[in-house]
């Protein structure tokens, strides 16, 4: 009876890759399609596609690296991650405005 309910838990498992790689490959025609609309703005073409690739990213997260089963731990890292990833291109930001501390003191 093991043997029988490994093999299912298996299949459900298989049936979930596939399911999440076929979305994947929808997910790339409709970014190369989208690519293809005749929009006039360009800011919108990358919006559809960077939203696309969003997903995808989800996808690829959430059930190959296995992240929507995880605990509270795994979202604390990546909170902390997006926090100083966050500062740290705030501090890049900050550094190329010509008014900033940096620049001030070769100024002079």
């Given at each position: 009876m093991s043997d029988h309910d490994n093999a299912h838990d298996f299949k459900k498992?298989?049936?979930?890759?596939?399911?999440?790689?076929?979305?994947l490959i929808v997910g790339t025609v409709l970014t190369v399609a989208a690519s293809?609309?005749?929009?006039?703005?360009?800011?919108?073409?990358?919006?559809?596609a960077l939203f696309i690739a969003c997903v995808k990213?989800?996808?690829?997260?959430?059930?190959f690296m296995h992240?929507?089963?995880?605990?509270?731990m795994i979202y604390g890292i990546l909170t902390a991650t997006i926090?100083?990833?966050?500062?740290l291109m705030y501090l890049t930001i900050?550094?190329?405005?010509?008014h900033s501390l940096i620049?001030?003191?070769y100024a002079q």
């Amino acid at each position: 009876m093991s043997d029988h309910d490994n093999a299912h838990d298996f299949k459900k498992h298989v049936k979930r890759y596939l399911f999440v790689f076929y979305a994947l490959i929808v997910g790339t025609v409709l970014t190369v399609a989208a690519s293809w609309l005749p929009i006039e703005s360009v800011a919108l073409t990358v919006s559809i596609a960077l939203f696309i690739a969003c997903v995808k990213g989800f996808l690829v997260a959430g059930y190959f690296m296995h992240l929507i089963s995880e605990k509270k731990m795994i979202y604390g890292i990546l909170t902390a991650t997006i926090f100083f990833f966050a500062g740290l291109m705030y501090l890049t930001i900050w550094s190329m405005n010509k008014h900033s501390l940096i620049h001030l003191q070769y100024a002079q």
